[in-house]
């Protein structure tokens, strides 16, 4: 089975600019979830996203949004981008088929806002 | 509220010893998981184990095993026989199995393995 794939690896932007990230979870995951990883902060939870509806929101500004497709990949965008948005984007699927099941991760999407 | 703590931000093991990964959680949840996860400078998250709140047996992975002692709240990670390709970050987190979905994670240990 195909990994958790994300889209694109590395991208570059300037404060004031828009972004738009991609995941394709595992084939037969409908759970997608969006963590954002910064030295300070740490890990994360911005979002997750089941059968296309959100399920669950971490405390991020609106500022921060995403959608989920019928084939189970979602996308995440991130409006006004400030310096401090600069981060590892990562995606993680999961069957959500129980309490106990795995999030598997993606390789991250490494934003940079100039 | 959920936390997960790890009190060694970094640390060099001789190669082909064991080593031990501390967790410690808090929780007011009567289920949850603890996962614990690599993440080499590559940046991906690589999942390692988990162990459930009502399982009576500690998990084990091949080389890794997870030392859980429910009554301290501890969920340390035990690596056997340690290899050079095993330095990266090791992160615990842990999911309220009655609460929402998202995973809690702790700030996570810097593991150097000196050859």
């Known amino acids: 089975k195909a990994g958790v794939t994300q889209t694109p690896r590395y991208l570059i932007k300037t404060r004031g600019q828009q972004v738009t990230l991609s995941c394709s979870p595992i084939s037969g995951h409908r759970s997608v979830s969006w963590y954002q990883q910064t030295p300070g902060q740490g890990l994360q939870f911005l979002f997750e996203y089941f059968s296309e509806t959100q399920r669950n929101k971490g405390n991020f500004p609106g500022r921060f949004s995403g959608r989920q497709f019928s084939n189970s990949r979602s996308e995440m965008n991130v409006s006004t981008l400030e310096l401090g948005d600069s981060a590892l984007y990562l995606c993680?699927?999961?069957?959500?088929?129980?309490?106990?099941?795995?999030?598997?991760f993606g390789p991250g999407t490494r934003l940079t806002v100039l | 509220a959920q936390k997960i703590t790890q009190t060694q931000p970094g640390m060099f093991v001789q190669e082909k010893e064991a080593v031990t990964l501390d967790c410690t959680y808090d929780?007011?949840?009567?289920?949850?998981?603890l996962f614990w996860y690599k993440q080499p400078s590559s940046g991906e998250m690589i999942f390692l184990i988990y162990?459930?709140?009502?399982d009576e047996q500690n998990a084990t992975e091949g080389r890794y095993s997870l030392n859980f002692q429910k009554a301290r709240k501890s969920a340390n990670l035990v690596i056997s026989a340690s290899q050079l390709g095993d330095s990266a970050m090791y992160f615990c987190a842990m999911r309220g199995l009655d609460s929402n979905y998202q995973l809690i994670w702790g700030a996570g240990t810097k593991l150097i393995i000196k050859p």
């Open positions: 993680a699927s999961s069957s959500r088929d129980s309490n106990t099941d795995t999030q598997y």
């Open positions: 162990q459930g709140s009502y």
């Open positions: 929780t007011s949840d009567q289920s949850y998981g």
